[in-house]
């Protein structure tokens, strides 16, 4: 069982950025972003393999940025550019495979999820 602890949410104005990290247990291939807000399906953010590929969610590339770190088995989550429309529970997932995808339905493990709040 990998258990997987989100932390870095926070309340920010437009504009402006944040950091999210997840440490796991342990390491799995594959791992991700998603996000939900209130009354939404839940939304994969960006997705990143055990070798190191991304993928993104439409929209995203360019201000969000997948990364890990093998040693600490921690991923990150730069987010720039804050919009309200990123106003969302983020969560970080994994999954034994190793190819990036933004489908929920193919993560084994999940979060808590971190709160981001973008305020106009």
């Known amino acids: 069982q990998v258990q997987l602890t989100e932390s870095g949410g926070g309340s920010v104005q437009t504009g402006e950025s944040l950091r999210l990290s997840c440490v796991a247990s342990q390491f799995t291939d594959g791992m991700a972003w998603f996000r939900q807000a209130p009354g939404k399906e839940r939304e994969g953010v960006a997705s990143i393999s055990g070798n190191g590929f991304t993928d993104y969610g439409d929209s995203l590339t360019g201000r969000f940025t997948i990364s890990r770190d093998y040693a600490k088995n921690t991923l990150y989550l730069e987010m720039n550019s804050l919009r309200p429309e990123d106003t969302a529970m983020y969560f970080c997932?994994?999954?034994?495979?190793?190819?990036?995808?933004?489908?929920?339905?193919?993560?084994?493990?999940w979060g808590q999820g971190t709160q981001v709040t973008v305020s106009s």
């Open positions: 997932a994994a999954r034994h495979g190793a190819a990036c995808s933004l489908d929920p339905a193919y993560f084994n493990y």
